[in-house]
């Protein structure tokens, strides 16, 4: 059987991909285990399985045989990462329970006030049009708002021109990592050229598709908690 340093570096020197998947089948025991140890938390199980699939990632990119570690101990030092980062965002607000049959009705007093008025509703327009306190009101305003911007991040072609946002887009990037902003940077059109399509992205950072889905889904679930406090 050909060794976990033999695939790592055919991935290295030649980014032979079935050299990769197979380091990847092998191991993803471990990853899904550490995965389910912090499923009862309340960030998403796919932010913590694209952060685990990260982490594995920077295993297989940073682990140097020399060191004397086996790749199986290190990818499992490595993973222990996910519980720093599960404390960290365990915190991201969700739509209550008991608001979510209201997202429908939500939506579309929303559209129908901006067709009439042509511009964004209030707060006491959307109360009075729902017959709903302000106070869940203002709850489902910031919930949307944070999951508009999480689904433009995991969708496949990402397009991020929401009204008046971007400002805010661009001061959040110090949350996220040095990969991650490159990514990022392409994403919003940061002092880099745009590119809002995963495949194109992938493309030119050299990375696969399914590597720049994990930073994007990582990058909506460190940004959400901003969004929501702020918007």
Known sequence: MVSDKEL???WKKKRDYMAYKQL???HKRMVYYTVNRYAAASVPRSALEAEGWKLFDDAVNNYKPNAGAKFSTYLNYQLR?????TKKYQNIARIPEALSSKIGDYDRASQTIMKNKGRQPTHSEMSNALNMPVKQVK???KSRRGD???GKFEHADIELNIEKGNWLLRELRDELNPQERQVYDHLIGHKKQKITNKKKLAAKLNMSPG???QITRSIAVKIKPHL???L
């Open 228 to 230: 929501n406090k702020r």
């Open 211 to 213: 590597r720049i889905s």
């Open 139 to 141: 709850q489902l305003h």
């Open 8 to 10: 790592i570096e055919r």
């Open 81 to 85: 990462k996910l519980d720093r980062y």
């Open 24 to 26: 990847k089948d092998r």
């Open 148 to 150: 508009l911007y999480e």
